[in-house]
């Protein structure tokens, strides 16, 4: 398995434009997490999902940040409106299983807004 | 959760043992000790995962006493490319989240 997959790795957008970033769980996984990371706060918990199902949302900013998981294999983050504080790097992670089952983490998606 | 609580930061030089504290005092009988080392720009991966006594793997060794209010993250011999930054998290059965605290940046001196 190629790991987990996210894209794009890097984006710049303007503030207020839309932006959804994208990830590819590990096939067989049952749990995908989202995460942001900044200096000041650290990494982040955002949401949760198991089965497809979003289990824990709160995390979330705020309404402006949205997450779904349509399908085993995708999941996507999207804030609408952005905003520079929004400027992070966001991680997603797949984990097989409950308990002590280690978490897999993509490469990241670094968002920058201008 | 288990709350966890670890230096900040760490300085050692390269073909030294780091042994990293940490201290997680309300732990649950069911949690497990996990840590996770972080290179810059990359996501965190995972190390190690213990529940009581020692537990080594090819990257480190986890030493967590019998009342498990701490555990030790050991690393023998590090060289440059063991900098980064390490977490310790009580990893929790009954609930499934993943919680990253503030970690211990480790940087090897040449």
């Known amino acids: 398995d190629a790991g987990v997959i996210q894209s794009p790795r890097h984006e710049v957008t303007e503030m207020g434009q839309e932006v959804t970033l994208r990830c590819k769980p590990i096939?067989?996984?049952?749990?995908l997490f989202w995460y942001r990371q900044t200096m000041m706060r650290g990494l982040e918990l955002l949401i949760y999902f198991n089965n497809n199902v979003p289990i824990d949302d709160s995390g979330m900013p705020e309404d402006r940040f949205s997450a779904k998981m349509p399908n085993a294999s995708f999941s996507t983050l999207k804030i609408q409106p952005s905003e520079p504080r929004d400027s992070a790097v966001y991680f997603c992670a797949s984990r097989q299983r409950q308990g002590r089952a280690e978490a897999f983490f993509g490469q990241g998606t670094r968002l920058t807004v201008v | 959760l288990a709350k966890t609580t670890q230096p900040i930061s760490m300085d050692s030089y390269e073909g030294q043992e780091v042994n990293i504290t940490c201290s997680h005092n309300?732990?649950?009988?069911?949690?497990?000790i996990t840590w996770y080392q972080q290179f810059p720009s990359q996501g965190p991966r995972f190390i190690i995962q213990g529940y009581k006594t020692k537990v080594t793997n090819e990257v480190a060794s986890l030493f967590i006493p019998a009342d498990r209010k701490s555990s030790t993250l050991s690393l023998p011999r590090v060289s440059l490319s063991d900098t980064a930054v390490y977490y310790c998290?009580?990893?929790?059965?009954?609930?499934?989240?993943?919680?990253f605290g503030k970690g211990t940046r480790l940087h090897i001196l040449p």
């Open positions: 998290l009580g990893q929790v059965n009954r609930d499934d989240k993943i919680i």
């Open positions: 309300n732990i649950a009988t069911n949690d497990y």
């Open positions: 096939s067989g996984h049952d749990y």
